[in-house]
Structure formats: structure tokens, C-alpha cells
């Protein structure tokens, strides 16, 4: 996993790559604008490009300094740098960068009001005012200048992260920040990049290599990290010698109601893919003959015969909740789940029940799964006003729990029994349909029925699903949750060859 860092880490990372390697805080600054540089070339490569370069008081103005010189370098050809400092805060290795840079033949101007704002129309603007030091919300003259920036047209490039974006903690939606089109940050992704509040300052990311120690980063005690394939083809065993359907697991899926029949085929379906040894759908009557055509490997068990511990007894995971549908039949069968003593995952209506008696929250067995989107999140666990506060929620619960929270969205956090959150990479808009989750509760289904622990089992899942749903992207612009499911075995044989 890749370790994600908070800003106070993230120092400690510069401090301790300064000690072991010997050099100083402005070589780390001139490491930093090289990379960026760097990609910045191979993003935007025309040297006739007119390109404005904003500059804050500190580090991340020294960045943008450095960064103007070194394109001079490249022979970009039309650069202009705007030192801005309504505070007169500039920082010490501000100021050096800002001698070395006067000695070039670049155009430098002070902004002195906010209304002598210029930009090239259609060019690009390089935002170096605030980076990771922002400690308050950006007001007056910043925020003006903010919002001319966002007004200008330019294609705007943030270096290490938008100004007004905090690095981590909660994002106001209210706060000015600036609207890159592209961030170019350091070593790693900000926290904040992940959450949905980040939308407006984001549009895309990519990272520059520092060289920062990695032996240190990731010795770090961080809550944050990122999942990476390399991750997942360790987690993924292949398919044994020898092995029969009995070695994969029995999953019972329990889904479907009259009319969302399809939700318990698509669970089911993406179960099969997934690789469970054994499937049951416990599902109404009047889904058998759709069952018995659409998924022929697919067992049924009437849902009424599950009636108590006994009758759950021989399978080795169960799923339940997609299109159950919000009722005291289904209440009922969660709370005989939350007694059956079987690795479990509750999804969809199963945690709509589970809100409506919110005392059974208490009875969740440690190692549960929970698949809650944001609003069936917040029906459980009460409203909350900006995602990080979410997580702070889920983490509470899943330590004092022992269970485990897979909180659905772009990227996927799953937040395991120690409380640490497991970012997911894969996936992309054209998953945006009605079915999705049933697949995805499938696939983490089957995975438990096959013995992964359940975080491994819920970080593994989101990553096939979004993976798959990544493949089919490339050449379609929405996909059907059936055909991220066939997909699944593709992906699986990718990720064990
Ligand atoms: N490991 C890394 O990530 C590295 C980061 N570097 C750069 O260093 C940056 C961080 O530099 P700094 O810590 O100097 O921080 P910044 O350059 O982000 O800003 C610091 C200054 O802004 C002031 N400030 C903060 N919030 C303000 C607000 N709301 N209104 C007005 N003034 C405000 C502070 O008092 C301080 O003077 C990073 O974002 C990055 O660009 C690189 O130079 C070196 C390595
Ligand atoms: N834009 C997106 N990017 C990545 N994943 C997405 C996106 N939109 C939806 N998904 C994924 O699709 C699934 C939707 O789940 P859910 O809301 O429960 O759907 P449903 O109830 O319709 O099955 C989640 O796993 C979510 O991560």
C-alpha cells in the first residue's frame, strides 16, 4: 500500500531526506521544480505557449520561481512572473530563489493590487501561491485574486496542490480555491485529492518523484493509504492443483424482491465470476425460472426456508441485501444473519433494516462487511456534513466494532477493524449506473467464501470491480453492472498470471 501522508509528515519526510542526503532546503525546492518541470513539458510541450506564473510568499512560490527559470531553460518562450506578497510574508528561501531568478532575463512583476491581475487569454497560468502551508482560508486579496484567476480562461496548473485547498482535514465548499486544471504534486497525493469536496479545485493529478526517502514515508503511522495492483497481486492467490468446487467456498447470496429481481441475478452473477466454488441465491419464488435461465450454475433456496441458524449452517459466507426491499421480513433475516456465526456482508436494503433498528448496529459480529453508499452511510450512522467527518465516523465505529466499512463512491474507502482507511484507485464515471453496487457486493462475497480475510476481501473487491469497469472504458462510454461482471474473470487471470 502506498502510504499517504499528512502535511506534519510530509515535513518530517523533507527533514529526515535533508539530514541523510546533505543538502539543504533549497536544493529540495530546486528537486521539486525539476520534477515538475519535468512533466509539465510532456503535458503541455508547445515552447510558444504563453504561460503566467503566479508566486505566493513561501515554499511553494520558491517552487514557482525555480520552475519559471527552468522552463526559461527548456526555451519556453513567453514567460512572466508575478510575485505576489499582500501580506509581506515572504520566506527566506522565497527570497533566494527570487535573487537567483532576477538574474535571468525573464519579465517580473510585482502585483501590487489585486486589480493589475494580467494573463495571457488562452494561456496557461502556473498557480504557486499557497501549497501544503496553507493554515486558514484564503480571504480578501487572495481570494480576489483567486477568483480572477478561475475567470481568466487560462488553463491553469496548480503546483503541488490548488491554493485554498487544504491538504488534509475537512474541505469547505465555501472557501475560495483555485480550479486547476491539472495538479502537479510532490511525491505524493494530498489526502484531500481522494474526497469528493475537491471536485471544484481538481480536475485531474499527476505526481512528480522527489526522491524523498521511501524506507521513511512508508515507515510512517499513517491512517490514509493507497491501494496499488502490486498490492492486490500479492493479496490474490491463483487457483490451486487439485482444487474442486469445494475448495473455493459456498456463498449464499440473499437478494431480490419481485420487482428488483435483477439486483440478486447481478449479485449472484458477479459472485460466480468472482469465483465462488458454490452459489445459492435465496431469493422469492417468482425469480426461479429468470434464475434457472439467466445463471444455470447458480443454486436456489427459498428465502422463507431460512429460518433459523441451522439452515444457514452449511455455507461459508453469506451476502445479503440487494433490492431485498425495506421490510420486517427483511429485518427479521438480518437480525438471524447478525446470530448465524458465518463471515458476512450487508449491503444495500439489509443496512436500510439495519437503520430503521439502529440497536441492532451494536449486534454487528466483528469481521461484518458494510457496503453502504453515502446516503445509506449516513441513514446508519447519522448526516454528516463534509466526508472527512464521514471517515472520522466509520473509523470510530469499525475500531470500537471489529467491522469492517466499505464506503462507496469514485474512490472507494474501506476501513478496516484498526481504522485505517484503504483508498481505491480503479473505477471511473462510466460505472455511474443502477446495479453497480449488486455487483460489487457479489464480488467481495465471493472472496469471502473463499477464506480472504474480510478487509482484504472488501480492499480486493473494489479494486477487480473498478478494474474491470477501467477496461471496459476504454472503449465505451458507460457500461452495464452485467458486463463489468463477465468481465471479472478477465481480470482475475490478469491479476494472477
Ligand atoms: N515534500 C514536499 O512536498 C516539498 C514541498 N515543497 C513546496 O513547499 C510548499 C509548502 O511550503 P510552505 O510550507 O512554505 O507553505 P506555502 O508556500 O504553502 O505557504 C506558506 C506561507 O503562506 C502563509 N499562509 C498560509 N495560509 C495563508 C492564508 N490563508 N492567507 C495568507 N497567508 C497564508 C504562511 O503564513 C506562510 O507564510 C509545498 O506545497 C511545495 O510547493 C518543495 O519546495 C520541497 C519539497
Ligand atoms: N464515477 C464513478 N467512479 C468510480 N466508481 C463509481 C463511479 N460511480 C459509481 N461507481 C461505483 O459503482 C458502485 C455503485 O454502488 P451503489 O451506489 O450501491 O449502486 P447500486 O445500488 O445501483 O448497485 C460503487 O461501487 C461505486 O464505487
Keep these: ?265 447481478l449479485a449472484s452473477s458477479a459472485c460466480l465470476y468472482a469465483g465462488a466454488g458454490l452459489t445459492t441465491a435465496a431469493i422469492p419464488s417468482s425469480g426461479l425460472t429468470a434464475l434457472n435461465t439467466a445463471l444455470p450454475e447458480v443454486m436456489y433456496v427459498p428465502s422463507l426456508r431460512l429460518s433459523d441458524k441451522a439452515s444457514l449452517q452449511s455455507y461459508s459466507a453469506i451476502g445479503a441485501g440487494p433490492g431485498l426491499g425495506k421490510s420486517t421480513e427483511t429485518l427479521n433475516k438480518v437480525s438471524l444473519l447478525l446470530d448465524a456465526g458465518k463471515p458476512l456482508l450487508l449491503d444495500a436494503d439489509a443496512l436500510n433494516c439495519l437503520a430503521q433498528e439502529k440497536t441492532l448496529l451494536e449486534q454487528i459480529p466483528a469481521g461484518t462487511i458494510l457496503t453502504p453508499h453515502m446516503k445509506e452511510f449516513d441513514n446508519l450512522f447519522g448526516k454528516h456534513e463534509s466526508w472527512w467527518e464521514r471517515i472520522e465516523t466509520a473509523r470510530d465505529w469499525t475500531k470500537r466494532k471489529q467491522f469492517v466499512i466499505v464506503l462507496k463512491n469514485q474512490y472507494t474507502f474501506t476501513i478496516n477493524e484498526q481504522g485505517k482507511v484503504f483508498i481505491n484507485p480503479t473505477g471511473n464515471p462510466a460505472m455511474a449506473q443502477g446495479g453497480m453496487g449488486d455487483v460489487l457486493s457479489g464480488i467481495i462475497l465471493a472472496l469471502l467464501a473463499q477464506g480472504y480475510h474480510p478487509a482484504q476481501a472488501a480492499i480486493t473487491g473494489c479494486y477487480i470491480h473498478g478494474k474491470s469497469a477501467d477496461k471496459l472504458a476504454r472503449c465505451q462510454a458507460t457500461i452495464r453492472a452485467s458486463e463489468l461482471a463477465a468481465g471479472i474473470p478477465q481480470i482475475l487471470y490478469e491479476l494472477t498470471k
Design 1 to 265: 500500500m502506498q502510504q499517504l501522508l499528512t502535511t506534519e509528515q510530509m515535513r518530517a519526510a523533507d527533514q529526515h531526506t535533508i539530514r541523510r542526503e546533505q543538502i539543504t532546503e533549497n536544493d529540495l525546492i530546486d528537486r521539486a521544480a525539476g520534477a515538475f518541470v519535468s512533466l509539465f513539458a510532456v503535458e503541455y510541450p508547445d515552447r510558444n505557449l504563453a504561460i503566467d506564473i503566479y508566486c505566493g510568499p513561501g515554499n511553494n512560490g520558491a517552487d514557482g520561481l525555480v520552475i519559471a527559470g527552468l522552463l526559461q531553460q527548456m526555451d519556453y518562450q513567453r514567460l512572466i512572473i508575478h510575485l505576489c506578497d499582500f501580506d509581506g510574508k515572504a520566506q527566506p528561501a522565497f527570497l533566494v530563489k527570487l535573487e537567483w531568478v532576477r538574474k535571468k532575463k525573464l519579465t517580473i512583476r510585482s502585483l501590487g493590487v489585486v486589480s493589475d491581475f494580467e494573463a495571457f487569454p488562452n494561456g496557461i497560468i502556473i498557480e504557486a501561491l499557497f501549497g501544503s502551508g496553507l493554515n486558514k482560508p484564503l480571504a480578501r486579496e487572495w481570494a480576489e485574486l483567486i477568483a480572477l484567476i478561475n475567470q481568466s480562461g487560462a488553463h491553469i496548473v496548480s503546483v503541488d496542490i490548488p491554493a485554498g485547498l487544504p491538504s488534509e482535514g475537512v474541505i469547505n465548499p465555501d472557501w475560495p480555491v483555485v480550479e486547476a486544471e491539472l495538479v502537479i504534486s510532490f511525491q505524493r497525493p494530498k489526502i484531500n485529492f481522494f474526497f469528493p469536496e475537491s471536485a471544484t479545485a481538481i480536475n485531474g493529478f499527476i505526481i512528480a518523484d522527489i526522491e524523498l526517502d521511501e524506507g521513511f514515508i512508508q515507515q510512517q503511522d499513517g491512517v490514509f493509504h493507497l491501494v496499488t495492483e502490486n498490492d492486490i497481486k500479492q493479496i490474490i492467490k491463483p487457483r490451486k492443483r487439485f482444487s474442486h468446487k469445494g475448495t473455493y467456498g459456498h456463498a449464499l447470496v440473499i437478494a431480490g424482491h419481485e420487482d428488483t429481481m435483477g439486483a440478486a441475478l
